[in-house]
């Protein structure tokens, strides 16, 4: 049966985890699309561990979508995600709890200044997942995913998500701490992989790849600090990325290879204009984002 409060902004792959997901649990919700579908209904198709399930999820557009919504994930690129909100704003209600999952940082503060009546929660994830098809999602990496709202105080919305979830999920009071630690990772990892058209592992080369990173990570340390964020032992965080995920190929690095937009200007991009507004250096980042930008990689 399906629960009239929730819904799922975005049927990409963390769209479809997190839609199975909830499924898993009882809570089936309704799948907002960009477009108008001839589809109403459709089977979502769950793969982990080589097992498949099934979920029979409503899916609707913004002209479809029938009833208030009380809980909302966003699962958009970060770049999309204020338009895909805007499309569906006539339907958020006035107590409507928003969890963002976006990669970086820069789209959840905008969405919260923006959308300041509602209480708007961000998470931090490292769960990997990727679509096949359309509607079948392989839920390949179990991570972690931490929420934690950004704006007020609030009264905890998403409790259902912290027990009995098939993904784990765990509560953190200052979210944007856990923010600003995968953007560091992501700001010494991703771009770099991108240039070189690399795997994760493959900056560890003990050459040039290996120095830009070992660059890359000083200066993102000088702008946590600058910022104020706890201390972060980086090198030893993003070292252990590089070798723990060492085969696997960077949703940036991905995006590149086909032609797409990146999330590189939340990730990197944020950086440079807190870097800017904190004056701290970062020529090792500008020299990145020029180099990625003449290959036509934004
Ligand atoms: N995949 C992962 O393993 C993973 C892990 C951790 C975090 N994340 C983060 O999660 C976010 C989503 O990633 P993803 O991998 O799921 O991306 P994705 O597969 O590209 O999915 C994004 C989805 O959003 C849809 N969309 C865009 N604008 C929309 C609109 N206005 N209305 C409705 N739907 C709209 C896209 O539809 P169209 O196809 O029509 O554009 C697409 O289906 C990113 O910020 C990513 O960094 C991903």
């Given at each position: 049966m399906h629960c009239d409060k929730w819904f799922v902004l975005g049927a990409g792959s963390?769209?479809?985890?997190?839609?199975a997901s909830l499924g898993h649990k009882g809570i089936i919700?309704?799948?907002?699309?960009?477009?108008s579908s001839e589809r109403q209904h459709v089977a979502l198709k769950l793969r982990s561990d080589d097992q498949a399930q099934y979920f029979g999820v409503?899916?609707?557009?913004?002209?479809t979508i029938n009833g208030s919504i009380d809980r909302l994930?966003?699962?958009?690129?970060?770049?999309d995600t204020l338009a895909a909100l805007h499309?569906?704003?006539?339907?958020?209600?006035?107590?409507?709890h928003i969890l963002l999952l976006q990669n970086g940082m820069g789209s959840q503060q905008t969405v919260a200044q923006r959308y300041a009546n509602h209480v708007v929660w961000a998470a931090s994830s490292t769960d990997g997942a990727y679509l096949p098809a359309p509607f079948e999602v392989c839920h390949a990496g179990q991570g972690e995913t931490w929420i934690g709202p950004l704006t007020g105080v609030s009264t905890n919305g998403f409790d259902e998500l912290l027990h009995n979830f098939r993904l784990t999920v765990r509560y953190h009071p200052a979210i944007e701490e856990k923010l600003w630690e995968k953007l560091a990772i992501n700001c010494c990892i991703n771009g770099l992989t991108a240039l070189f058209n690399c795997r994760n592992g493959e900056l560890l080369d003990g050459?040039?790849?290996q120095s830009r990173l070992d660059r890359l990570v000083v200066e993102t340390c000088s702008?946590?600090?600058a910022a104020g964020m706890p201390a972060l032992p980086l090198h030893d965080r993003v070292y252990g990325v590089c070798q723990t995920t060492a085969s696997n190929i960077s949703s940036t690095c991905r995006d590149a290879r086909q032609g797409r937009a990146t999330e590189l200007p939340f990730i990197n991009g944020f950086l440079i204009d807190k870097a800017r507004s904190l004056d701290v250096a970062v020529p090792h980042h500008h020299t990145l984002m020029t180099q990625l930008r003449s290959r036509g990689i934004r």
């Open positions: 963390m769209g479809c985890l997190w839609a919700p309704r799948l907002i699309l960009r477009a409503d899916v609707v557009c913004a002209r994930v966003v699962c958009t690129k970060a770049q499309s569906i704003e006539p339907y958020l209600n006035d107590n409507c050459g040039v790849k702008v946590l600090h």
